[in-house]
């Protein structure tokens, strides 16, 4: 261990890793760089986004039976959210990363690797990398910039640099290729659980709800910096939200929060499940953090997501149907899949049951991610054996994530949140259903009439026909309430 004298305040730095070049000064931010026989100061390092993450500098754990301590961490942002990545020191000298982004966490290591890695710019989310033998899935492609650090650090960062990350996963295997360099750079591990770890000196929930979202106390409770109307939030956890009152869309993901688009008021779209309402799962207390209409594009059906949350536990989904009700959770233990209609998760086989793109038509509340109306997403979905359990892969240009859901019966969900819970209200497509067998009928009855008419007859018949749809369209659209 080596210890040097902060430049710009005096106070004592620590570099408790050889293989460490840079730390930043607990108290000034001063980034200091070590060279072969010096340590010089390059300038402030933002400060970083106090999060709901648990972990913190000096948290320690166990990973494949070798000790480690947690002492350096940068946080990388991108368009839609952020994450951490902290550098942890294992007992015998070597080192790696602990992922941390949303509640989900990988430990990798840099690997030498002399194998013919593809260029960035040619991956997309969903396709399969073969390398050293195993196949994984390209699960995220994003371009990233550096926002804050703290700690040690094994390589030069600073604000503003950016990080050109591709992630790929197969089963609980984990891989990450770092192009940022002209020599890419490869990590490889797994994901894991953070109670798999054994892990000590973690923050407790109430230093978690005390610093989360604070620039060390700069940052107030919110009110929507558009209407001013009170908006649920829990700092440091979502990093977006939209007005419930407004609709305006505001980033909370810095040291303010700032207006991404100022959405002017939207019909109000009634939702089975109240913003900020608790229930008791799994003996925790989640709370209700937002709420997405989705629908079917070129079919119309719709169907409502509730995102909860409870501190120290991962994020939950409730999802509201016409079928009924179904409890999802993202997966970190991704399926085999063979690209096509089979996947495996350990001992349930799954078939493809459907597949279709999906469409966010609104949504209100926080999110632990941008979220807005227009956004529209690939679904698979996969059925199990007996069809209680469901897999579901989501493709973006960005992003491929895998979710299991199973049926919540009604009673449990009056049991949680009250006797008004009821399956979805959104009424079926009645109209639209009624102008197609309407359609069908007159096209039977005048097939032969309109082929062998003279003059412009299908013109008019054309016509005809988008004035019985139509208007049964819009119909459906104001039953459905938006």
Aim: net charge negative; with cysteine; charged share 20%.
């Amino acid at each position: 261990m080596q210890q040097v004298a902060c430049p710009g305040c005096g106070a004592p730095v620590e570099f408790k890793s050889a293989a460490s070049v840079m730390a930043v000064c607990e108290f000034c931010k001063t980034t200091l760089l070590k060279d072969a026989d010096s340590v010089r100061n390059i300038g402030k390092m933002s400060e970083v986004l106090e999060d709901y993450s648990p972990l913190q500098i000096g948290s320690s754990g166990h990973f494949a039976n070798r000790g480690f301590s947690l002492i350096g961490r940068i946080q990388l942002r991108y368009d839609a959210g952020f994450w951490n990545e902290w550098y942890a020191l294992f007992d015998d000298g070597g080192n790696g990363w602990l992922s941390d982004a949303s509640g989900q966490f990988t430990m990798t290591f840099l690997e030498n690797s002399d194998a013919t890695l593809p260029l960035f710019e040619k991956l997309i989310p969903g396709h399969v990398l073969h390398l050293g033998g195993q196949a994984y899935a390209t699960s995220d492609v994003r371009t990233a910039r550096c926002t804050g650090g703290q700690g040690e650090l094994p390589f030069k960062v600073g604000q503003g640099w950016e990080a050109r990350v591709a992630d790929f996963r197969g089963r609980d295997r984990f891989l990450s290729i770092d192009y940022s360099d002209p020599v890419a750079r490869i990590y490889a591990g797994r994901a894991v659980l953070l109670a798999d770890l054994k892990p000590q000196l973690l923050r407790d929930v109430s230093q978690i709800s005390d610093s989360a979202g604070h620039f060390h106390g700069k940052v107030s409770a919110l009110s929507c910096p558009s209407c001013g109307s009170p908006v649920s939030c829990v700092p440091g956890v979502t990093v977006h939200i939209v007005c419930p009152s407004c609709h305006a869309q505001v980033d909370t993901s810095g040291a303010t929060a700032t207006v991404l688009a100022a959405g002017a008021a939207a019909a109000a779209i009634r939702f089975t499940l109240e913003l900020g309402s608790t229930a008791q799962i799994d003996a925790t207390r989640y709370t209700v953090l937002g709420a997405m209409r989705r629908e079917e594009v070129g079919d119309g059906s719709t169907w409502t997501e509730y995102l909860l949350y409870a501190a120290g536990r991962r994020f939950l989904w409730l999802v509201e149907t016409d079928e009924g009700w179904q409890r999802t959770e993202v997966l970190d233990l991704w399926p085999d899949w063979d690209g096509a209609g089979h996947a495996t998760l350990g001992p349930v086989s799954f078939s493809q049951s459907s597949r279709y793109a999906a469409r966010v038509v609104f949504a209100a509340g926080s999110f632990n991610w941008r979220v807005s109306a227009g956004d529209v997403v690939q679904v698979t979905e996969f059925a199990g054996a007996g069809g209680a359990q469901r897999l579901a892969a989501e493709v973006t240009p960005e992003e491929m994530t895998w979710s299991r859901s199973q049926p919540m019966p009604l009673d449990q969900m009056r049991a949680l949140f009250g006797e008004h819970v009821h399956a979805q209200s959104q009424p079926h497509p009645k109209y639209m259903e009624t102008a197609r067998r309407l359609l069908i009928i007159l096209l039977v009855i005048n097939a032969i009439p309109i082929f062998f008419a003279a003059g412009d007859a299908l013109p008019y018949a054309l016509l005809g026909a988008a004035a019985i749809y139509l208007p049964a369209y819009f119909l459906d659209r104001l039953d459905t309430g938006y």
